[in-house]
């Protein structure tokens, strides 16, 4: 989350799911030691049950300055990256599942190992060392975003995946 420059609050929205208590406890431990002792608010459930929960949400992000994505299974396509992106954010997140069709690793933001708690703190701290290149890894993201998810190019992709199906005639 933004503060004085030189300065960064962080927030982890998440919680300890099965399989993965050990990794949990360490990054908990992590975010105890400077210097994020003191930076880190922990959210561990934020549960988006209608607009109201959404708005809050992106209002979360855009007091951010970057983006770290940990999930907790392998995901073909996390919608949370696309909203932070969409945030103007820089995202970190693990080269796993469908993230690397997401997030262009130095242009969007970066790859990481998945589950490696210090690769992950020399990520974010890498990020945050250098404002033009977050910036121009917010605003690529946010204009990738915006490509991938505008109306005219959804509705191109899904016609032409459902156009056989429709001009199929039953006999």
């Known amino acids: 989350m933004r503060r ?13 799911v ?27 459930d934020l549960a ?14 855009r007091c951010m300055d970057v983006f770290l994505h940990l999930p907790r ?4 396509f996390p ?3 696309l909203e932070a992106m969409a945030c103007g954010l820089p995202v970190v997140a693990p080269a796993a599942g469908g993230i690397p069709e997401q997030v ?5 933001g970066l790859l990481i190992s998945p589950f490696g708690c210090e ?21 690529a993201g946010r204009r990738y975003c915006q490509e991938l998810v505008s109306r ?11 156009r056989p199906f429709l001009e199929l005639r039953s006999e």
């Open 119 to 139: 690769t992950i703190v020399n990520a974010i701290q890498s990020v945050l060392s250098a404002p033009e290149t977050r910036a121009a890894m917010g605003s």
């Open 18 to 44: 099965a399989g993965h208590e050990a990794f949990y406890r360490q990054c908990r431990a992590r975010m105890e030691r400077p210097p994020l002792a003191g930076n880190v608010t922990l959210v561990e």
């Open 73 to 76: 299974c392998e995901d073909t």
């Open 48 to 61: 988006l049950t209608d607009r109201a929960a959404e708005a809050r949400l992106a209002s979360l992000y």
């Open 104 to 108: 262009q690793d130095g242009r969007t």
């Open 4 to 16: 004085e420059p030189g300065r960064y609050h962080f927030l982890m929205v998440g919680r300890e």
């Open 152 to 162: 005219d190019r959804l509705a191109r992709e899904i016609e032409a995946i459902y």
């Open 79 to 81: 919608t949370v990256i």
